[in-house]
């Protein structure tokens, strides 16, 4: 059974630079993955940030950027803002229309 | 503009049915695989259905493996989750989700469905 690992929670101050991890409970995460990451806010529906590793979904501001860093996916946010206070899902594909969902990490912009 | 919505959720008792529809709109639906992802009450996600453009490949999470049957008809621009022997852990919001590029790209705004006695 695969894991996707993710920090349960994290802290940025306004306009600070932070970066959440995305693991498996063995092994690497690859670019092979195509790790893909989404920010949900309560009630809401996820919105796609990042695939591919590294691409930015449609209208995604750049100061979001992802990238594999050692042996996980990363998502950086850039000058973070209020409006950033959600949670963010981490996902590592493996193959043949299954994907596997990390538990999330609950992002404070305080 | 895509979108995707979602209809047929409800409350249904332990060992019910339900099917779920998502309408989609706004590209090519037969060029794109589908799926159902969930997320329970103040849980995470999970991918629990997929489908590809032409039905060939289909997946099922073990959690609901021969229970649940995901279809799709393309002349409908439709997508379905026919949901069978329902248990008080289905209870979740069901979210329709177009793939691309190994992610998800799109999302539906979610049906509720509840299962409780």
């Known amino acids: 059974q695969t894991v996707v690992t993710q920090e349960p929670s994290f802290s940025v101050s306004p306009g600070g630079t932070v970066t959440l991890t995305c693991g498996l409970s063995?092994?690497?995460?690859?670019?092979?993955?195509?790790p893909s990451w989404y920010q949900q806010t309560p009630g809401q529906a996820p919105r796609t940030l990042i695939y591919s590793t590294n691409t930015r979904s449609s209208g995604v501001p750049d100061r979001f950027s992802g990238s594999i860093l050692g042996n996980k996916a990363a998502l950086t946010i850039t000058g973070a803002q209020a409006d950033d206070e959600s949670d963010y899902y981490c996902v590592v594909y493996m193959g043949s229309g299954t994907w596997v969902f990390g538990g999330g990490t609950k992002l404070t912009v305080l | 503009e895509v979108q995707l919505v979602e209809s047929g959720g409800g409350l249904v008792q332990p060992g019910g049915s339900l099917r779920l529809s998502c309408a989609a709109s706004?590209?090519?639906?037969?060029?794109?695989?589908m799926s159902w992802v969930r997320q329970a009450p103040g849980k995470g996600l999970e991918c629990v259905s997929y489908?590809?453009?032409?039905?060939?490949?289909?997946y099922y999470a073990d959690s609901v493996k021969g229970r649940f049957t995901i279809s799709r008809d393309n002349d409908k621009n439709s997508l379905y989750l026919q949901m069978n022997s329902l248990r008080v852990e289905d209870t979740a919001v069901y979210y329709c989700?177009?793939?691309?590029?190994?992610?998800?790209?799109?999302w539906g705004q979610g049906a509720l469905v509840t299962v409780s006695s």
């Open positions: 989700a177009k793939a691309a590029s190994r992610a998800f790209d799109y």
């Open positions: 063995y092994g690497s995460v690859s670019t092979t993955h195509y």
């Open positions: 489908i590809s453009g032409s039905s060939n490949t289909i």
């Open positions: 706004g590209f090519t639906f037969s060029s794109y695989s």
